[in-house]
T-cell receptor, first 115, second 107 residues
Framework: GAVVSQHPSRVICKSGTSVKIECRSL??????MFWYRQFPKQSLMLMAT?????????EQGVEKDKFLINHASLTLSTLTVTSAHPEDSSFYIC???????????FGDGTRLSIL | KNEVEQSPQNLTAQEGEFITINCSYS?????LHWLQQHPGGGIVSLFM???GKKKHGRLIATINIQEKHSSLHITASHPRDSAVYIC?????????FGTGTSLTVIP
């Protein structure tokens, strides 16, 4: 089946650092990629949707300048958490989809801890 | 009130039991998804359906569009089925997620 690789799986870094998370579709062309955030014991919260070659669409309340998303190719999207603070600590998950009528395929997530 | 409601929130079952997780939604959707999230956080898409019923191994998903309701059934449950099951509906790129059902299957 389709595979999405998300890297790194875990990041621990100091406050003020910028952190980049990569999401790659390994065996299909991901026309659309989604970035989610998940707080403990809560469901997924969609942060933004990105289509290859165009600017990401951010959900209400998500700061564009804080969470930079780049979807430069059909197999790679990146999420950069800029100047991270402890409140940015969370579990971030990406998913990718080719055809809109096909299900999303999820990465394994990145657990981000800001000290 | 959430657009997608799941029940129960938590479920403990004995190995071998038949399990049902319910999902109701209040918005118009083009497809409904059942996702499985493992303890480590990884998510697997189990089903995507817009009508009727789908079966994959011991898992069955049904949807009633008129009633805006979907169910996920697990037959002959096994401890490895222990996970959080999330129901989600979408129209295009707009997704609505349920809060999940935490399932524990005891040997």
């Amino acid at each position: 089946g389709a595979v999405v690789s998300q890297h790194p799986s875990r990041v621990i870094c100091k406050s003020g650092t910028s952190v980049k998370i990569e999401c790659r579709s390994l065996d299909f062309q991901a026309t659309t990629m989604f970035w989610y955030r998940q707080f403990p014991k809560q469901s997924l919260m969609l942060m933004a949707t990105s289509n290859e070659g165009s600017k990401a669409t951010y959900e209400q309340g998500v700061e564009k300048d804080k969470f930079l998303i780049n979807h430069a190719s059909l197999t790679l999207s990146t999420l950069t958490v800029t100047s991270a603070h402890p409140e940015d600590s969370s579990f971030y998950i990406c998913s990718a989809r080719g055809d809109p009528n096909e299900p999303q395929h999820f990465g394994d997530g990145t657990r981000l801890s800001i000290l | 009130k959430n657009e997608v409601e799941q029940s129960p929130q938590n479920l403990t079952a004995q190995e071998g039991e038949f399990i049902t997780i319910n999902c109701s939604y209040s918005v118009g959707i083009s497809a409904l998804h059942w996702l499985q999230q493992h303890p480590g956080g990884g998510i697997v898409s189990l089903f995507m359906l817009s009508s009727g019923k789908k079966k994959h191994g011991r898992l069955i998903a049904t949807i009633n569009i008129q009633e805006k309701h979907s169910s996920l059934h697990i037959t002959a449950s096994h401890p490895r089925d222990s996970a959080v099951y999330i129901c989600a509906g979408n129209t295009g790129n707009q997704f609505y997620f349920g809060t999940g059902t935490s399932l524990t299957v005891i040997p």
